[in-house]
């Protein structure tokens, strides 16, 4: 299924610790790795570059078939080979619980089902974005491989003698039924270096990285429709949670392009604020109250470093340094240029201030209060939306061409305002700007209710200074509280945007020019907020028939990426999408609420 070398973005599974996330394809090679932290440089990049990127390879010598699946409701990968002679099962995890906070460690146990089968291994470590000179040293059952501050120890059992050559080592080997061989990479930062682990504490940590899983994902408390989708979502998205400090990750790679050759290429490895309220939301119906509170606490730190201004995105530790350069790299099926950093961050997009406001909102009517810093910078920024809502920002898509008047973003500082108030009401924030925030709010929904709708279209429409395009981004007015359920207006704009934006369960964000080549796939969280304000609206077996197509949009193995080509099913764009997964358990928890 390769093209030039590059497995197709649907044919990827992610596996995870909580530190970092690796991408296995079907084809049984780990083609992405940053490490030891998911902001980290890459360790394999294939990905991104099939000749220099890097990778570790695990497949059977010749022709096979390959199934997989998630073992249970876990993030432990099994792919079975199937070839003429027999049958084999790999199964791969990045475990979690390791003592050293310094390095990841990858196994992959391999067993045999039936038959004999030969199978052939390839680890390829190219350090620093293959930019680092690899040293290789190693004896009969391990190999240590060293570049740019990082370093890799390799140990097989069962696996073949190690052939060490230029900057990769490899084996061949046999299974029959009934044998097994085992395989580890620690992957970290060399000072100290990686300690060797024995065979049998490869397999316990193995173990009980499967129990783990298996008792997270059994705590949670979703029972409602689509109940396999919701728990494979949140176990996508804990895999997105940076442990340490609670952020959630928008996806796990960069640069994986929305348009197949084009220059739509960005680095995801951040937490984006646009995320916040859907994501607490999320966290708090699937009874992950540590994970939602972490991720306030992450919040409420990283806002208060630039308060009361705030970025749109900050990296996983919470610093707002996301400085973007470009990398040497040929990219993923010549898609280019491939970046690290994202300079979107300093971009004002005013709807960030809602999303923040939304997020406090959501988190007190939880029942969780509100630490006294966040208190007075609750209030700062709703002064703040009072004196800048006027001005034309980029939009929540972070476009690149000069700003606009865009709707979503002062339906977010509509939201800022009225949740500001209610949060004061309730002495929840100081209070003292109270009428400000009531008089410039209603002056907020005055501009958008006569600015930015269309009666000709009979729609809200993409900005005040595009009266004839439309954005998916106008239905999160249903979901996130600025239009009542009820709205005729936003009834109206649900059926226009599905009209003109969608094609069966695809739906665009936008069909407007914004000054980049090519045009991008259907985004697919819009497929899951259609559903959401199906819901809301009371729609429910309209909004049960466009979720469950949605849902089959993903890939074999329940994961999403940011978007989709509707003429292929090819997924475009950095996976697996964070504001993908948050919305599909938001349109599922939204259905089960209205149900």
Same mark, same amino acid.
């Given at each position: 299924?390769?093209?030039?070398?590059?497995? @197709?973005?649907?044919?990827?599974?992610?596996?995870?610790?909580?530190?970092?996330?690796?991408?296995?394809?079907?084809?049984?090679?780990?083609?992405?790795?940053?490490?030891?932290?998911?902001?980290?440089?890459?360790?394999?990049?294939?990905?991104?570059?099939?000749?220099?990127?890097?990778?570790?390879?695990?497949?059977?010598?010749?022709?096979?078939?390959?199934?997989?699946?998630?073992?249970?409701?876990?993030?432990?990968?099994?792919?079975?080979?199937?070839?003429?002679?027999?049958?084999?099962?790999?199964?791969?995890?990045?475990?979690?619980?390791?003592?050293?906070?310094?390095?990841?460690?990858?196994?992959?146990?391999?067993?045999?089902?039936?038959?004999?089968?030969?199978?052939?291994?390839?680890?390829?470590?190219?350090?620093?974005?293959?930019?680092?000179?690899?040293?290789?040293?190693?004896?009969?059952?391990?190999?240590?491989?060293?570049?740019?501050?990082?370093?890799?120890?390799?140990?097989?059992?069962?696996?073949?003698?190690?052939?060490?050559?230029?900057?990769?080592?490899?084996?061949?080997?046999?299974?029959?039924?009934?044998?097994?061989?085992?395989?580890?990479?620690?992957? &970290?930062?060399?000072?100290?270096?990686?300690?060797?682990?024995?065979?049998?504490?490869?397999?316990?940590?193995?173990?009980?990285?499967?129990?783990?899983?298996?008792?997270?994902?059994?705590?949670?408390?979703?029972?409602?429709?689509?109940?396999?989708?919701?728990?494979?979502?949140?176990?996508?998205?804990?895999?997105?949670?940076?442990?340490?400090?609670?952020?959630?990750?928008?996806?796990?790679?960069?640069?994986?392009?929305?348009?197949?050759? &084009?220059?739509?290429?960005?680095?995801?490895?951040?937490?984006?604020?646009?995320?916040?309220?859907?994501?607490?939301?999320?966290?708090?119906?699937? &009874?992950?109250?540590?994970?939602?509170?972490?991720?306030?606490?992450?919040?409420?730190?990283?806002?208060?470093?630039?308060?009361?201004?705030?970025?749109?995105?900050?990296?996983?530790?919470?610093?707002?340094?996301?400085?973007?350069?470009?990398?040497?790299?040929?990219?993923?099926?010549?898609?280019?240029?491939?970046?690290?950093?994202?300079?979107?961050?300093?971009?004002?997009?005013?709807? %960030?201030?809602?999303?923040?406001?939304?997020?406090?909102?959501?988190?007190?009517?939880?029942?969780?209060?509100?630490?006294?810093?966040?208190?007075?910078?609750?209030?700062?920024?709703?002064?703040? %939306?009072?004196?800048?809502?006027?001005?034309?920002?980029?939009?929540?898509?972070?476009?690149?061409?000069? @700003?606009?008047?865009?709707?979503?973003?002062?339906?977010?500082?509509?939201?800022?305002?009225?949740?500001?108030?209610?949060?004061?009401?309730?002495?929840?924030?100081?209070?003292?700007?109270?009428?400000?925030?009531?008089?410039?709010?209603?002056?907020?929904?005055?501009?958008?209710?006569?600015?930015?709708?269309?009666?000709?279209?009979?729609?809200?429409?993409?900005?005040?200074?595009?009266?004839?395009?439309?954005?998916?981004?106008?239905?999160?007015?249903?979901?996130?509280?600025?239009?009542? @359920?009820?709205?005729?207006?936003?009834?109206?704009?649900?059926?226009? %945007?599905?009209?003109?934006?969608?094609?069966?369960?695809?739906?665009?964000?936008?069909?407007?020019?914004?000054?980049?080549?090519?045009?991008?796939?259907?985004?697919?969280?819009?497929?899951?907020?259609?559903?959401?304000?199906?819901?809301?609206?009371?729609?429910?077996?309209?909004?049960?028939?466009?979720?469950?197509?949605?849902?089959?949009?993903?890939?074999?193995?329940?994961?999403?990426?940011?978007?989709?080509?509707?003429?292929?099913?090819?997924?475009?764009?950095?996976?697996?999408?964070?504001?993908?997964?948050?919305?599909?358990?938001?349109?599922?928890?939204?259905?089960?609420?209205?149900?």
């Amino acid at each position: 299924m390769r093209v030039g070398g590059y497995a @197709p973005i649907e044919d990827y599974a992610a596996i995870g610790d909580g530190r970092t996330i690796a991408l296995v394809a079907r084809d049984g090679s780990v083609d992405w790795l940053p490490a030891p932290e998911l902001s980290s440089p890459s360790v394999f990049a294939a990905i991104l570059d099939a000749e220099r990127g890097g990778r570790f390879a695990l497949a059977p010598v010749g022709l096979f078939d390959a199934e997989r699946r998630y073992r249970g409701d876990t993030n432990v990968l099994e792919t079975t080979f199937t070839t003429s002679s027999g049958v084999v099962r790999v199964a791969d995890a990045l475990v979690l619980g390791e003592a050293s906070e310094r390095h990841r460690r990858l196994v992959r146990r391999v067993e045999g089902l039936a038959g004999e089968v030969a199978l052939e291994w390839q680890i390829d470590p190219r350090f620093d974005f293959s930019r680092a000179d690899v040293e290789l040293s190693g004896d009969e059952t391990s190999t240590r491989a060293r570049g740019g501050g990082v370093e890799l120890l390799a140990q097989t059992w069962n696996a073949g003698k190690p052939a060490r050559r230029a900057e990769c080592v490899s084996g061949r080997f046999s299974l029959a039924l009934g044998e097994s061989a085992d395989l580890v990479a620690a992957v &970290g930062l060399d000072d100290p270096p990686a300690n060797p682990t024995t065979r049998d504490d490869a397999a316990r940590t193995f173990d009980d990285t499967h129990a783990a899983w298996e008792s997270w994902s059994g705590e949670l408390a979703y029972e409602g429709p689509f109940r396999e989708a919701v728990v494979r979502s949140a176990l996508a998205l804990k895999l997105l949670v940076h442990e340490p400090a609670g952020s959630i990750a928008a996806a796990a790679t960069t640069s994986l392009p929305e348009v197949i050759g &084009g220059i739509r290429n960005w680095d995801y490895r951040y937490s984006w604020i646009r995320d916040a309220s859907l994501a607490l939301d999320a966290l708090l119906e699937l &009874g992950c109250v540590d994970e939602a509170s972490r991720f306030f606490t992450w919040l409420e730190s990283s806002c208060h470093d630039t308060a009361p201004e705030l970025q749109i995105l900050y990296t996983l530790d919470g610093s707002g340094d996301t400085d973007e350069a470009e990398l040497d790299l040929t990219g993923h099926r010549g898609s280019r240029p491939v970046r690290t950093g994202n300079n979107a961050a300093t971009q004002l997009q005013l709807g %960030v201030y809602g999303d923040v406001l939304q997020t406090a909102w959501l988190y007190g009517r939880r029942g969780h209060a509100l630490g006294e810093q966040m208190r007075g910078l609750l209030a700062q920024i709703a002064d703040l %939306v009072c004196e800048i809502w006027r001005r034309p920002d980029r939009g929540i898509w972070e476009v690149r061409h000069d @700003p606009r008047q865009f709707t979503h973003s002062k339906m977010m500082c509509a939201i800022a305002l009225d949740r500001a108030c209610d949060l004061a009401e309730r002495d929840e924030i100081p209070g003292g700007g109270i009428d400000r925030w009531r008089r410039e709010g209603a002056a907020v929904r005055s501009f958008v209710e006569t600015s930015c709708w269309s009666d000709d279209h009979a729609s809200y429409v993409r900005s005040a200074d595009e009266p004839d395009d439309l954005d998916a981004s106008l239905l999160l007015s249903g979901i996130l509280g600025y239009s009542a @359920p009820g709205d005729e207006r936003l009834a109206a704009t649900l059926a226009i %945007v599905r009209r003109d934006l969608g094609e069966g369960p695809y739906v665009y964000r936008y069909h407007t020019e914004d000054s980049l080549a090519g045009r991008e796939g259907a985004f697919l969280a819009c497929s899951f907020w259609v559903a959401t304000v199906l819901a809301r609206m009371g729609r429910l077996d309209a909004a049960a028939e466009a979720l469950e197509a949605a849902l089959g949009l993903g890939n074999d193995v329940g994961l999403f990426s940011e978007e989709i080509d509707p003429s292929s099913g090819a997924f475009l764009g950095n996976f697996p999408q964070a504001f993908t997964h948050l919305a599909l358990v938001n349109a599922a928890v939204t259905l089960a609420r209205r149900a």
